[in-house]
């Protein structure tokens, strides 16, 4: 009898074969077996079998999908390619919005070396993006619309982003946070970022440090210059407790550090849950004379100040600069 072709197995018409041998009892011959299996044997391999080759056709138009996706960048340097045998590369993407917000253009580099933005998934990551306005000295970049930015760029930013350190910067108050407010709307769900510095653009920008200090990954967060809301300070408690924390720095803001944050520090450092050079720097918004009133024992005073500069226990140390109501924390080891 003729073998059941792939065809056929995967749409399940084999199993309807007949042999006209034997009185036309009904029997499949199997590749790679020896002699006629019962029919319903070979039925339950055949369905077996035909769930397989179906999760194959489904995952070979994925890829094909993929694939087709890739080749929207085939007018330009984008490229998939998937090779074997190359070690990982953390790779660092400078963004670069012109005046009027209309398009992007795009720097990789890897152990400061320009690289082409050529690019496989399977071993290249993006550990670093820095989002700024155009200027003289981008050197040589890679221009896209915004349009296509989106559309194209942004899904592979997303899928190649880990353990990212993101920087946005506000060089010009003028032009349109156009790009920054793509990226803080299009990678808010994301849980790939570790170190965040970012000034406020708005209230995708906010969304997006919400977002990134409850999902308890991100491990250093600076907010620069103004404009923040208020109500983010109720996430610097859990932020400050959580696992990962190392820096929260909200100096020069309109934020504030309640006594209770500043305590949590105290407790975590002297317990041994921070790490090395651990710190919070911003205003408080209680009298900073306070602060004596925290693991007063291993605090140390210096003449002409209202509180200690220093708190010492075992190999263990908290520094402390200020200046009116505003302070420095780090942790020393």
Same mark, same amino acid.
């Given at each position: 009898?003729?073998?059941?072709?792939?065809?056929?197995?995967?749409?399940?018409?084999?199993?309807?074969?007949?042999?006209?041998?034997?009185?036309?009892?009904?029997?499949?011959?199997?590749?790679?077996?020896?002699?006629?299996?019962?029919?319903?044997?070979?039925?339950?391999?055949?369905?077996?079998?035909?769930?397989?080759?179906?999760?194959?056709?489904?995952?070979?138009?994925?890829?094909?999908?993929?694939?087709?996706?890739?080749?929207?960048?085939?007018?330009?340097?984008?490229?998939?390619?998937?090779?074997?045998?190359?070690?990982?590369?953390?790779?660092?993407?400078?963004?670069?919005?012109?005046?009027?917000?209309?398009?992007?253009?795009?720097?990789?580099?890897?152990?400061?070396?320009?690289?082409?933005?050529?690019?496989?998934?399977?071993?290249?990551?993006?550990?670093?993006?820095?989002?700024?306005?155009?200027?003289?000295?981008?050197?040589?970049?890679?221009?896209?619309?915004?349009?296509?930015?989106?559309?194209?760029?942004?899904?592979?930013?997303?899928?190649?982003?880990?353990?990212?350190?993101?920087?946005?910067?506000?060089?010009?108050?003028?032009?349109?946070?156009?790009?920054?407010?793509?990226?803080?709307?299009?990678?808010?769900?994301?849980?790939?970022?570790?170190?965040?510095?970012?000034?406020?653009?708005?209230?995708?920008?906010?969304?997006?440090?919400?977002?990134?200090?409850?999902?308890?990954?991100?491990?250093?967060?600076?907010?620069?210059?103004?404009?923040? &809301?208020?109500?983010?300070?109720?996430?610097?408690?859990?932020?400050?407790?959580? &696992?990962?924390?190392?820096?929260?720095?909200?100096?020069?803001?309109?934020?504030?550090?309640?006594?209770?944050?500043?305590?949590?520090?105290?407790?975590?450092?002297?317990?041994?849950?921070?790490?090395?050079?651990?710190?919070?720097?911003?205003?408080?918004?209680?009298?900073?004379?306070?602060?004596?009133?925290?693991?007063?024992?291993?605090?140390?005073?210096?003449?002409?100040?209202?509180?200690?500069?220093?708190?010492?226990?075992?190999?263990?140390?908290?520094?402390?600069?200020?200046?009116?109501?505003?302070?420095?924390?780090?942790?020393?080891?």
């Amino acid at each position: 009898m003729p073998a059941c072709s792939a065809r056929e197995l995967s749409q399940g018409s084999c199993a309807g074969r007949r042999s006209s041998a034997a009185g036309g009892c009904s029997a499949v011959k199997l590749a790679g077996h020896r002699g006629t299996l019962p029919s319903r044997v070979c039925t339950r391999r055949i369905s077996a079998i035909s769930m397989r080759m179906s999760r194959s056709i489904k995952v070979m138009e994925a890829m094909d999908n993929s694939m087709e996706t890739m080749a929207l960048f085939a007018d330009g340097p984008w490229s998939f390619v998937a090779t074997s045998g190359r070690k990982y590369r953390d790779l660092k993407m400078l963004l670069f919005q012109n005046e009027e917000g209309a398009a992007v253009s795009i720097r990789v580099s890897h152990r400061f070396n320009k690289v082409p933005l050529v690019f496989d998934f399977r071993f290249d990551r993006i550990t670093y993006i820095d989002i700024m306005m155009e200027h003289d000295a981008m050197g040589d970049v890679t221009t896209y619309s915004m349009e296509r930015f989106r559309t194209n760029v942004i899904p592979m930013l997303r899928n190649m982003a880990c353990n990212c350190f993101i920087i946005c910067k506000r060089l010009n108050d003028k032009m349109p946070d156009v790009l920054a407010n793509t990226i803080f709307e299009e990678f808010k769900d994301l849980h790939c970022f570790k170190r965040i510095d970012i000034a406020s653009t708005g209230e995708k920008s906010h969304q997006f440090m919400k977002n990134q200090l409850q999902y308890g990954n991100v491990q250093d967060a600076n907010f620069c210059g103004r404009n923040w &809301p208020r109500t983010l300070e109720e996430h610097f408690l859990p932020f400050v407790k959580s &696992p990962m924390f190392h820096i929260l720095d909200v100096a020069f803001t309109d934020l504030h550090l309640d006594f209770d944050v500043v305590s949590a520090f105290f407790d975590r450092f002297f317990k041994g849950q921070l790490r090395r050079h651990a710190s919070l720097h911003g205003t408080v918004s209680f009298p900073i004379e306070d602060l004596s009133k925290l693991y007063s024992k291993f605090a140390v005073f210096e003449e002409g100040y209202p509180h200690p500069t220093s708190w010492r226990c075992e190999n263990r140390k908290i520094i402390i600069g200020s200046c009116g109501q505003s302070i420095i924390l780090s942790g020393w080891i």
